[in-house]
């Protein structure tokens, strides 16, 4: 999607946004009638909670299946999605790694590790998903459906637990919108960030959202499953975004150590121990089964595989108030660029007061623009009376961490503050409930300005499926999956060469390779001297080898013969 498309999509909603207003001033009656008896039969529906939360999830399933099979089907664009899906590859091969190819140095890649072990360097939950659609249809992104389903349907199921019903039923229709339909990346990027992409999100919004619903329940009625509950999203929190969801844990980690200092008070110091045992037994496994992880990729229980990969390619740090590392050796000019390219100057951008300001504008904006866009931004103004409810204030300020924790890292996007997908529509509805009841002049101008943005909502959903998604058709890695599937047909196998030349984007990066990478169809090697490049010819000897100038147009595969 081009840059002028988004621009478009705001104009719209801005368009949509002053509709709303205008409807609530001058005709808030209308459509009364109708909005109430939709109402009354919605909150009829939401009193049977698990039947909401199934059909939240179902939705949100058919919706991102639909999507996909109709509209565009997605193809991994960015450096992230690539290894994700080699992690995959990896389990569905149910291997934690793999052993490092002999031509290593041609197979060098973003996110990828390459030493002591060939696997991805983020942590294992998102690739065990994809994996799961993998195994089950042959395709990893049945897995981010599965995925979107159970973060949609968590969130209902979380909201449950801190909102009446009918307002829970309204955030998993909320999260459905925007987790399918409306989310993007940054400027330029597909709509369906968390759905139609391998980028992940989801499995981090359910896991927030499960740990979230059950420590609520957990508040009101002590119970050994909800405390499991509790336990099994933390860890996959700790297996998915490792940081963020330490920013939700040590909050609730606090609330939780309130509430069970309460109860002991009460008497109720066996489902005390019950609770904090189950809760202690399950953190301890999810932390060996890390630790073993670690191990098998890594080769040592400590180091993580994203603190290997920073270690042996990044210069810029994660983090705002860390060093930049030391420049390491590398084996490729395209490489160093990606080390020295926009992350690492928006790094030294952020060290003056101008630059840390700006940028932490453009960071809010990012989640904002994902996760509220403009619609749900006006039922924020009522946040001050909604902070008068307790239960409002926990949320609130579990957010806040969450927000102040993810404004340190040096770049943000929508997926690092996912955890707190549930946190988000919590607040925004709470603040929705306090707009129904403005009135002035005796004219119910919250209740119809509430009403006008979930029609409006619902009406820019039209805005991407009308534009595909907003996918470039033209884009490099249609042109890429295109040529993997060509090749696939042809009875011999494939080796593709690809040159880059000085100047080269890097986020147009071509090299990435299945988990087995010498029992692969089409294999994606980097170019590098005559001597290596022999080499690697004489090591792929039957193989059919092409090269690719990926960098002039138009895209064309030229064979390449090489003497026996």
Known sequence: MSPQHVVSFESLELCLLCLAIVWAILLPRLGAGAFAALEKRCRVLARNEKQAVLMVGLLAFSTSAATS??????????????????????????????????????????HIIQQPTYASKYPPAQGLFLAIGKVLSGHPIVGVWISAALACGSICWMLQAWLSP??????????????????FSYPGAPF??????????????????????????????????????????????????????????????VWIGRLIARQWENGATRMVRRTTLSLALILSAGAGITLYYNLRVTGHSLVFPYQLYEKTYAVSPAFLWAQPNL???????????????????????????????????????????????????????????????????????????????????????????????GLIFAVVLGSMRNMRCFCYRGKRMGLALSRSIVVFSLVLVLYPLATRMGVNPKSWSLWRADAIKELTRRPDQ??????????????????????????????????????????????????????????????????IQVEQ
Request: contains cysteine; aromatic residues 14%.
């Open 494 to 559: 494939h080796l593709i060469l690809v040159r880059y030349q000085a100047g080269h984007n890097t986020d147009l990066e071509w090299v990435y390779n299945d988990a087995d990478i010498d029992s692969s169809r089409v294999i994606w090697a980097r170019e590098m001297d005559l001597g290596s490049n022999l080499k690697l010819f004489q090591y792929f000897r039957k193989r059919r080898i092409w090269l690719l100038e990926a960098d002039k147009l138009p895209l064309v595969l030229r064979p």
């Open 327 to 421: 420049e390491p050796d590398y084996h490729h000019d395209v490489m160093r660029e990606w080390a020295h390219g926009t992350l690492y100057q928006f790094y030294f951008y952020q060290k003056s007061a101008k630059g840390i300001f700006l940028a932490t504008l453009y960071k809010l904006n990012v989640l904002r623009r994902h996760y509220l866009g403009l619609l749900l931004m006006v039922p924020l103004v009522f946040l001050p009376w909604t902070m008068k409810r307790g239960g409002m204030r926990t949320l609130a300020g579990f957010l806040l961490v969450m927000i102040v924790g993810v404004l340190s890292e040096t770049w943000v996007f929508p997926h690092y503050i996912a955890p707190g997908y």
């Open 166 to 183: 009918g307002w829970a039923l309204l955030g998993g229709f909320f999260s459905i919108l925007r987790m399918c339909f409306l989310g």
């Open 69 to 110: 099979l109709f509209i565009h089907w997605p193809q991994p664009r960015v450096p992230d999605e690539f290894s994700y899906l080699l992690a995959a590859d990896t389990f569905a091969h149910e291997r934690l790694s793999n052993s490092p190819h002999p031509m290593w140095r041609h197979f060098e890649s973003f």
């Open 192 to 253: 369906g960030y968390f759905s139609q992409s391998y980028w992940g999100g989801a499995v981090a919004a359910m896991s927030g959202a499960v740990a979230l619903g059950a420590a609520r329940r957990m508040a009101k009625e002590p119970s050994l499953h909800h405390s499991l509950m509790i336990a099994c999203g933390l860890v996959i929190l700790a297996n998915n975004r490792p940081f963020e969801g330490l920013l939700l844990a040590i909050p609730l980690a």
